[in-house]
C-alpha cells in the first residue's frame, strides 16, 4: 500500500555505525573518481537479490576494493496517481528497502555516490513529469519526487528517456533539478549510442545534440547541465567489442570525459550486445589511450555480473573492469569511427525480414526494441504491414 510523505517523514533509515576494520583503509580508494569528473566505473543495480535468491549486498563493492566509484538504484517509476513513486514494484520507503537505504549510507561515507535512474523500459513516467502547462514540469508529479530523493540523501539522477517526448521535456526537468538540488548534484542520461552518433536515432524521440546545446549550466562541468551520458552499447544500438562506436560519438562533437562506455555484464541481462570481461577490457584499454579524460564504464546490471565470466560474485567482474578502468592504458591508439558497427539485434531473423521490406538496419532494430519483438507491431510501427502482407501472399 502506498504511504504519503508525511508518512515517510516517520520512518527511520539511518545506517548504524560501522564496525572498524569492515571497509579497506583509505588509502585503497585514493584512486576513487571525485564523484563528478573521470575516471568512473559505474553499476547499474535493479534486482535485488544473488543468482541463487538470497537478498544482494552492495557492500562488497567497497569490502572488496573493487574501485566502484557510483551506482544507480534502478528503476524510479512515476505512477498516474500524483505522488505514487516506486523504485521497481514497491514504494522507495517500503520496509523492503531498509537493507538497501543502510548499505547504501554506508557505500557513501566510503566516497561512492549513490544514485536513482528513473524511467527505463517502462512507459509514463516523463509525459507524467512534463503534464505542465505547455509541457512544462507538473509539480503535482514532480514535487514527490524531488522530496524522495532528498528523504533518502540521494547524490543524482539519470535521465534514461526510452518513450516519446519533446526535447523540452528532459530540458526543462533537467534546468528543475539543477535549481532544487544544486551543480554538485549529478545528472546523467542514458541514452541509446545511436543518439549520440552522427545518426542520431534512438528511442526518446527527440536529439540529444539539440538538447545538449540548450541544456547549459555556467556551474556544472564543461558548462553542461548533463554531467554525463551512460551510452547503451547493446541491443543492436551499439557494439563494444571495438572502440569504432565509441570514436563515432567523440567525433560527434561529445568530449569523452562526458561519455561512459555501457555494456552488459550478462548476457542474461539484455537480447544482445554482451561480450566476455576480456573483450571489454580489451575495449577500454584502445579507449584509455585514445583518450586521455576517457569516460569510464557502466554496467547493466550488477546482480549477475561475470556470471558468464566464470566468477561466482559480481563484485569480482566490478573489480576487473576497476583494474582495467583504473591501470595504465596498454591499449592501441585506434580513433577510426567508420564504419560504425550497430552490433548484433536481439532479432536478427526478424530484423532482416523488415530490412527486407525496405527498412534501414537500424530503423529495424528500433520498432523491434519498441516493441519488444513484436513483428506485427515493428510492421504497423513502420507503415511496412501491407508490404508484408503481398510480400507473403
Known amino acids: ?154 547524490d543524482g539522477l539519470d535521465l534514461d528517456i526510452e518513450e516519446q517526448v519533446d526535447v523540452s521535456c528532459p530540458l526543462n526537468l533537467l534546468r528543475r533539478l539543477n535549481q532544487d538540488f544544486g551543480t554538485n548534484f549529478i545528472l546523467t542520461m542514458a541514452p541509446v549510442a545511436t543518439d549520440l552518433q552522427p545518426s542520431e536515432y534512438g528511442l526518446g524521440g527527440f536529439k540529444y545534440s539539440a538538447l545538449d546545446s540548450q541544456a547549459t549550466a555556467s556551474g556544472k562541468p564543461n558548462g553542461k547541465l548533463v554531467n554525463w551520458y551512460n551510452a547503451q552499447f547493446y541491443n543492436g544500438w551499439g557494439d563494444s567489442s571495438s572502440p569504432v562506436g565509441y570514436n563515432a560519438i567523440i567525433s560527434n562533437g561529445y568530449a569523452a570525459d562526458r561519455v561512459v562506455l555501457g555494456v552488459l555484464d550478462s548476457p542474461n541481462d539484455g537480447g544482445s550486445g554482451w561480450y566476455s570481461i576480456n573483450t571489454y577490457k580489451s575495449t577500454i584499454n584502445t579507449l584509455k589511450s585514445n583518450y586521455a579524460n576517457f569516460g569510464g564504464d557502466v554496467g547493466w546490471e550488477y546482480w549477475d555480473a561475470g556470471s558468464n565470466d566464470g566468477y561466482s560474485d559480481p563484485w569480482q567482474w566490478v573489480k576487473e573492469i576497476g583494474t582495467a578502468i583504473f591501470g595504465a592504458a596498454t591499449g592501441q591508439v585506434n580513433t577510426v569511427s567508420t564504419p560504425i558497427p550497430y552490433g548484433p539485434s536481439p532479432w536478427p531473423s526478424l530484423t532482416s525480414t523488415l530490412e527486407g521490406l525496405g527498412a534501414l538496419h537500424i530503423e529495424a532494430v528500433r520498432a523491434l526494441n519498441i516493441t519488444n519483438g513484436s513483428l506485427d507491431g515493428a510492421l504497423k510501427l513502420l507503415g511496412l504491414s501491407d508490404i508484408f502482407i503481398i510480400s507473403t501472399a
Open 1 to 154: 500500500m502506498f504511504r504519503s510523505l508525511t508518512a515517510w517523514l516517520g520512518l527511520l533509515s539511518v545506517a548504524a555505525a560501522l564496525p572498524a576494520g569492515l571497509f579497506p583503509p583509505d588509502s585503497a580508494l585514493e584512486k576513487r573518481g571525485d564523484g563528478y569528473n573521470p575516471p568512473r566505473s559505474v553499476v547499474y543495480v535493479q534486482t535485488f537479490r544473488t543468482t541463487s535468491g538470497g537478498q544482494l549486498s552492495l557492500l562488497p563493492l567497497v569490502q572488496q576494493n573493487t574501485k566502484v566509484t557510483h551506482i544507480y538504484l534502478a528503476a524510479v517509476h512515476i505512477n498516474d496517481n500524483p505522488g505514487d513513486i516506486t523504485l521497481n514494484d514497491n514504494n522507495p520507503n517500503d520496509t523492503i528497502w531498509d537493507t538497501v537505504w543502510s548499505e547504501s549510507a554506508q557505500l557513501q561515507s566510503q566516497g561512492v555516490k549513490v544514485m536513482m535512474m528513473l524511467g527505463g523500459a517502462a512507459a509514463g513516467s516523463y509525459p507524467r513529469l512534463c503534464s505542465g502547462s505547455n509541457g512544462a514540469v507538473n509539480d503535482d508529479y514532480y514535487v514527490p519526487l524531488a522530496n524522495t530523493l532528498k528523504y533518502h540523501k540521494i
